[in-house]
């Protein structure tokens, strides 16, 4: 990342998500209070930088960062359950069509893609979640090697029993931004073992208990829709995700994370220029509404020099790295390639604003989707 690069998006961190993650902190301080929290528990990768903030912050207040992850979270549980649909549910979202290889890591089996040929299966070989019961090669794998998922969920769910002991007693406030699969594994993984931990959901958003449960739902429906991927990339953490848990030799618990070649500098840089606004701003007083002010303005009506900015860097998502922006050479694209990328896009409004789209009409597909919204509501 070149000098011009980082001043841009530290200059982003300070104007677009300072602002919000000020307004996020105040609102958890208030929750800590309120619900009589114990501690305030940050999972990786979600509550990296909420953890340096209130550390740095709000010291009186205890603050945890939690190393977990989906995988982390719901591998331990599988052995629980008696069938392939069960596991499944353990996940509350997938994408719509997923390979092998995908569910295999879900499954905690990874290590056993070399045994896909034996049932004519490959890595990238495709899925669906609503039919998987009618694919009689993939249930001939799942059959033959289901006693090898139960052996490594018990061996994880050992060692997070032993991670979870010292917290046993609490009540604990979990920040959570995505869909909320990690917080019900470890709830449902307590009850399962008679662990004796509360967990308190301290949602970004969703839910009359989130910290925008006052904010006008349909607009933010709207503007997570074109543009959620960018709070996602700010609020993740420089290290890549936990695939599982180990022993050392000391007899230590270590989180091993995944392999992970994606450049953490601009996170970095976004968490830096935040941090710079919450020590200029920490006693001011902006209002829920007005701290998505600048935002509303990068995420749904970017400016087209600005995005070049953007063009290189991949995220993980959809359990895959991707691009955050696609490159579309409308001289060599058809519509149907066209509309693919628009429908993959993980930032529409940027992905359409590449594309030259001028911003009266973003404007217009915006108002569109406000009032569908506000219709459904």
Not at 215 to 240: G, M, W
Request: charged share 25%; proline share 3%.
């Amino acid at each position: 990342m070149d000098i011009e690069e980082r001043t841009y998006f530290n200059g982003l961190g300070y104007q677009v998500f300072g602002p919000i993650l000020l307004g996020y902190i105040r609102w958890i301080k208030e929750r800590y209070k309120e619900r009589n929290l114990d501690l305030i528990l940050c999972p990786s990768r979600d509550g990296f930088i909420v953890n340096q903030v209130m550390t740095k912050f709000y010291p009186e207040i205890k603050t945890s960062y939690f190393y977990t992850s989906r995988l982390a979270s719901v591998i331990p549980l599988l052995s629980s359950k008696n069938d392939l649909c069960s596991m499944l549910d353990l996940y509350r979202s997938w994408p719509e069509t997923f390979t092998v290889s995908l569910l295999l890591d879900r499954l905690g089996i990874g290590y056993l893609v070399d045994q896909l040929e034996h049932f004519d299966l490959y890595e990238g070989y495709c899925l669906r979640k609503d039919n998987i019961i009618y694919d009689k090669k993939f249930l001939a794998f799942f059959n033959r090697f289901k006693n090898d998922i139960y052996i490594n969920s018990n061996s994880q769910k050992e060692l997070l029993i032993k991670y979870l002991m010292p917290y046993q007693g609490k009540t604990l406030g979990f920040v959570d931004l995505g869909s909320g699969t990690i917080l019900s594994s470890l709830a449902s993984f307590c009850r399962e073992y008679n662990l004796n931990i509360k967990f308190e959901s301290l949602n970004f958003q969703g839910g009359d208990r989130s910290y925008f449960c006052n904010i006008n739902d349909a607009y933010i429906k709207v503007l997570f829709r074109f543009s959620y991927i960018l709070l996602e990339l700010f609020f993740t953490a420089p290290h890549s995700s936990v695939v599982k848990y180990e022993r050392e030799i000391d007899n230590k618990l270590m989180a091993v994370l995944s392999k992970n070649t994606n450049d953490f500098d601009v996170t970095n840089s976004l968490h830096l220029g935040a941090i710079n606004y919450m020590k200029k701003h920490f006693l001011s007083d902006d209002c829920l509404e007005s701290v998505f002010s600048e935002y509303f303005q990068l995420g749904m009506y970017p400016d087209i020099d600005a995005l070049n900015f953007w063009k290189n860097i991949k995220i993980d998502a959809n359990s895959k790295n991707q691009e955050l922006l696609c490159p579309v050479d409308l001289r060599k694209k058809n519509i149907k390639d066209i509309f693919f990328t628009l429908k993959s896009s993980l930032w529409l409004s940027g992905q359409l604003t590449l594309l030259r789209m001028p911003k009266w009409m973003l404007k217009l597909i915006y108002t569109t989707y406000f009032i569908k919204y506000k219709l459904i509501k």
